[in-house]
Each structure stands twice: as structure tokens, then as C-alpha cells.
């Protein structure tokens, strides 16, 4: 769907055009977090489950593989546009965020998990968007993988001895709980 020069749809620009430059775009980054969050769909058995939440601003899903919860991702899209309606970054007003309760089967309790995050300044950013850490921007490295120092990498969260654990999750952004690696 929407291939091709121009689309704000793709996931990349492959050339230069008079209405826009070549480089990665957006929902390139979205592909990275799905491709995550499904896993190596070859080496196992991987099925995903809705997990109902109160807000049709926020999503989460559940990933087993082989009949093993193993991932849990979700979705913030409450919007939080970086920029005004002039193009000027916003600097006064604080991104919100919003802390999601996760509970996981109790022999969970007591790990620590890994989570990545698909961030970016804000739901109209063009570009300075990260998955776990690392940018895919034509402009670093024509497109490779560059792991951004300035930008959190490697997070951990602990789970509750019942399985319960918190996730903080700013505005117009996702985040993936990896249970197993």
C-alpha cells in the first residue's frame, strides 16, 4: 500500500523528487516495532491477542509464542504534536504521560524485563524518531541501524512478586515488554 515517491504513507523515500527527499520515514519505525514485537515468525509458533483497555486512544496486545505469554505491547495514541501550528517547537508545554499496570502470570514475579520503545519528539515528527535506541535516518548512515547516545537504550523494569509491573509511557509513543528473549 502506497508505494512509491511522495506518500507520507511509505516507509521510505527512495529518491529524491521536487516534493520531497530521499530518506526514511515515519512508518518505517512502526514496521521495526511489529517485526519486535512478532518475533522470528520461522523459528516458532507466534500468536497475537488483543488486550482490551478503557481509551480508544491506547491499544495493547499480547504475544505468545508457543502457547507462552512472551511479549506485551502499548500503544499511546493520545496525539502530542511537537510543534505548533507554525512549525515552532513546543517548550512549555510537558509531554504527558500515562502509567500502565501489566499483570503477568506470578512466575514472572521477581525478574527483571527488557523493554523498547518506539519514541519521537511528538505524532508530527518527521525525523529524530528511534526504536530502542537506534535511527534509521538516511542522513546518518543512508538508512543503517546508528545507536543514538543521547537516547534511552536497555531499559529494565522489576516485576512484582504477584506479576505485576508498570510501564510509564509518554503521549504518541509505544512500548514492548519482552517477558522471554
Do not use: C
Not at 512509491?4 to 526514511?24: D, E, H, K, L, V
Not at 497475537?48 to 505468545?64: D, F, Q, R, V, W
Not at 514475579?109 to 519514541?119: A, E, K, N, P, T
Amino acid at each position: 500500500m502506497h508505494q512509491g515517491t511522495n506518500y507520507r504513507y511509505a516507509a521510505w523515500q527512495p529518491i529524491s523528487t521536487p516534493n520531497a527527499t530521499i530518506g526514511t520515514k515515519p512508518p518505517y519505525y512502526g514496521n521495526i516495532a511489529v517485526a519486535s514485537m512478532l518475533g522470528d515468525l520461522t523459528k516458532a509458533n507466534v500468536s497475537i491477542t488483543n488486550i482490551p483497555l478503557s481509551s480508544e486512544l491506547e491499544s495493547a496486545y499480547a504475544a505468545y509464542v508457543d502457547g507462552e505469554l512472551a511479549r506485551v505491547a502499548i500503544i499511546n495514541l493520545a496525539e502530542y504534536n511537537y510543534t505548533d501550528s507554525s512549525g515552532a517547537a513546543h517548550t512549555t508545554r510537558p509531554r504527558p504521560t500515562v502509567t500502565y499496570n501489566i499483570s503477568v502470570p506470578s512466575i514472572y514475579g521477581g525478574q527483571s524485563v527488557g523493554v523498547q520503545r518506539l519514541m519521537a519528539n511528538g505524532s508530527d515528527a518527521l525525523s529524530g524518531i528511534t526504536w530502542d535506541g537506534y535511527s534509521y535516518n538516511w542522513e546518518l548512515d543512508e538508512g543503517r541501524p546508528v545507536l543514538l547516545r543521547n537516547v534511552t537504550r536497555g531499559e529494565m523494569v522489576k516485576i512484582g512478586p504477584g506479576g505485576e509491573l508498570q510501564v510509564m509511557l509518554p503521549f504518541s509513543s509505544v512500548a514492548i515488554v519482552h517477558l522471554r528473549q
